[in-house]
T-cell receptor
């Protein structure tokens, strides 16, 4: 069965510092991996995805994520955090050829000015 | 978010009442989904539909039913609402051929008293 773990409920970072939001996954086949962001009173917005190819994928708003097959991880990163990055971030996985996307519990990111 | 709309945006109801949440999309996507968001649990899949004649149960379908009235419309019903169905409900769409990402509506906040 597919599963996603986001080990941190909350991440705090100062503006201008690099940020990392962690995600590990379990899936029986090759994974499709995603990051979504949710701002207050809004639906989830797609940030980036890994399907195949380069392990480092780049997405919206300067975010990137690194796929590590041996560690079954897909951590979200940004070199320099902005206060406006403060939001709830969800990691998600779908098995290649599967039909359902499974979400992690979410990590709340606070960026302090 | 404007491509996927949900009505109502907020609803307060009483235990035992029948409630319908509606979702419409202008993205032309064939696949539609209903998710439920609870704090600390992330998003859980209730039902999904790959076309008008296809309806599938997700992780937590008990107490819910759906109807795919057209390619662009997918409604979720609570036949007899109960307090533990208080949550934020999201409709999402995807186009399997061109993109595996999900596109979400703005959500419906449902409170069952």
């Amino acid at each position: 069965a597919q599963s996603v773990a986001q080990p941190e409920d909350q991440v705090n970072v100062a503006e201008g510092n690099p940020l990392t939001v962690k995600c590990t996954y379990s899936v029986s086949g090759n994974p499709y991996l995603f990051w979504y962001v949710q701002y207050p009173n809004r639906g989830l917005q797609f940030l980036l995805k890994y399907i195949t190819g380069d392990n480092l994928v780049k997405g919206s708003y300067g975010f990137e994520a690194e796929f590590n097959k041996s560690q079954t991880s897909f951590h979200l990163k940004k070199p320099s955090a902005l206060v406006s990055d403060s939001a709830l971030y969800f990691c998600a996985v779908r098995e290649n050829g599967g039909f359902k996307t499974i979400f992690g519990a979410g990590t709340r990111l606070f960026v302090k000015a | 978010d404007a491509d996927v709309t949900q009505t109502p945006r907020n609803r307060i109801t009483k235990t035992g009442k029948r409630i319908m949440l509606e979702c419409s999309q202008t993205k032309g996507h064939d696949r539609m989904y209903w998710y439920r968001q609870d704090p600390g649990l992330g998003l859980r899949l209730i039902y999904y539909s790959f076309d008008v004649k296809d309806i599938n149960k997700g992780e937590i379908s008990d107490g819910y039913s759906v109807s795919r009235q057209a390619q662009a419309k997918f409604s979720l019903s609570l036949e007899s609402a109960i307090p533990n169905q208080t949550a934020l409900y999201f409709c999402a769409t995807s186009d399997f051929v061109n993109s595996v990402a999900l596109y979400f509506g703005p959500g419906t906040r449902l409170t069952v008293l």
